[in-house]
């Protein structure tokens, strides 16, 4: 078991996505260093599973069943959030939804679904949230994804939505610091077993054996290292740290990824 040097008790984390794979890593991460969590993702069973996930960890964990394209349902989750724990001191915006398509068979609403759910629902997050914020002294931390500078082939609307989604790292990094709230993108690489992953490059595919090839650091990430990367963003060690964008990627888009793009040209042509 990954033993982080980090002490959060006492701190208040929400993890919005953070019912399963990468941001359920985080939020068990943080959950480890002594953290109070709430989560929120739309499945209910999903919600249960993570909760007791985080609970085994000794700490306090609750759930939202919430949609981020649904601001009314946000309004409520964060002013119960603030009744139940009192300010947030760590947010992590992380859901999204993604799907290989190309740019002219993909219809408006399917590129729509995905800029709904990552970007307006990362601003959503962080604007409904922020009234509740601890300041000074939040930390907000977004997951992007190597296509927010990357462009890949069959992934306009994933590129287009994490673009902004770190866009949106760097305004509010510039608008809120002078209230002391850090905001930071972490960017991970392929992470196994993630639902990111089983969508791009299904386990055992040729894709998946080229992900790997294309990373310099020959493998694919584990959760964990989203989870330590976290922890040290929202940290005092990280104090001077804001609006940036950081790669936890194995070093996959220094040139690897574009690569994946030509891969998913092939896996949408079979299906
Ligand atoms: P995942 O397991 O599908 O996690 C997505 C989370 O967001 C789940 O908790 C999901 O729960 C929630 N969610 C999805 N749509 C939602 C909505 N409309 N409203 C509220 N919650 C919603 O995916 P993952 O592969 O671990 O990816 C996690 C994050 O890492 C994403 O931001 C992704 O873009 C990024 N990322 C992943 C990889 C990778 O290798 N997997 C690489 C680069 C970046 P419900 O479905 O129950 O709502
Ligand atoms: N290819 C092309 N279009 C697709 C598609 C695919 N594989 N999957 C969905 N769409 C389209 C739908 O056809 C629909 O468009 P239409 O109304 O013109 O037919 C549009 O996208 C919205 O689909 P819907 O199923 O109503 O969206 P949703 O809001 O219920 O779900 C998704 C959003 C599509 C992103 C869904 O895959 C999801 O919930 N994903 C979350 C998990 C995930 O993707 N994890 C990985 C994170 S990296």
């Given at each position: 078991m990954t033993r982080y040097p980090f002490d959060f008790s006492d701190k208040v984390v929400f993890v919005a996505g953070g019912t399963s794979g990468i941001n359920l890593g985080i939020a068990e991460g943080f959950a480890k260093a002594g953290a109070t969590l709430a989560v929120l993702g739309r499945s209910q069973d999903k919600i249960d599973k993570a909760i007791e996930k985080l609970r085994a960890h000794g700490g306090r964990a609750s759930g939202f069943s919430a949609d981020v394209r649904d601001t009314d349902r946000l309004t409520?989750?964060?002013t119960q959030t603030h009744e139940a724990l009192g300010l947030i001191d760590v947010l992590v915006s992380g859901a999204a939804g993604n799907f290989p398509a190309a740019a002219n068979e993909m219809s408006a609403n399917a590129f729509k679904a995905v800029v709904d759910i990552d970007l307006l629902g990362t601003f959503n997050v962080l604007r409904y949230s922020y009234q509740y914020l601890r300041k000074p002294g939040?930390?907000?931390i977004n997951i992007s994804a190597p296509q927010s500078f990357i462009p890949m082939e069959m992934q306009a609307h994933v590129c287009a939505a994490k673009a902004g989604v770190d866009m949106i790292t760097r305004t509010t990094a510039m608008e809120w610091g002078p209230e002391g709230i850090r905001v930071n993108s972490l960017v991970p690489g392929p992470i196994q077993g993630t639902e990111?992953?089983?969508r791009l490059a299904p386990q055992g595919s040729d894709a998946e054996r080229m992900v790997i090839e294309s990373v310099p650091m020959r493998r694919q990430g584990v959760v964990e290292d989203l989870a330590s990367a976290a922890l040290f963003v929202a940290s005092d060690m990280a104090s001077y740290i804001t609006g940036t964008v950081i790669p936890v990627d194995?070093?996959?888009g220094l040139g690897g990824a574009g690569q994946l793009?030509?891969?998913?040209?092939?896996?949408?042509?079979k299906n």
């Open positions: 409520e989750v964060f939040a930390n907000i990111g992953m089983k194995g070093g996959w793009g030509s891969t998913l040209v092939e896996l949408v042509k």
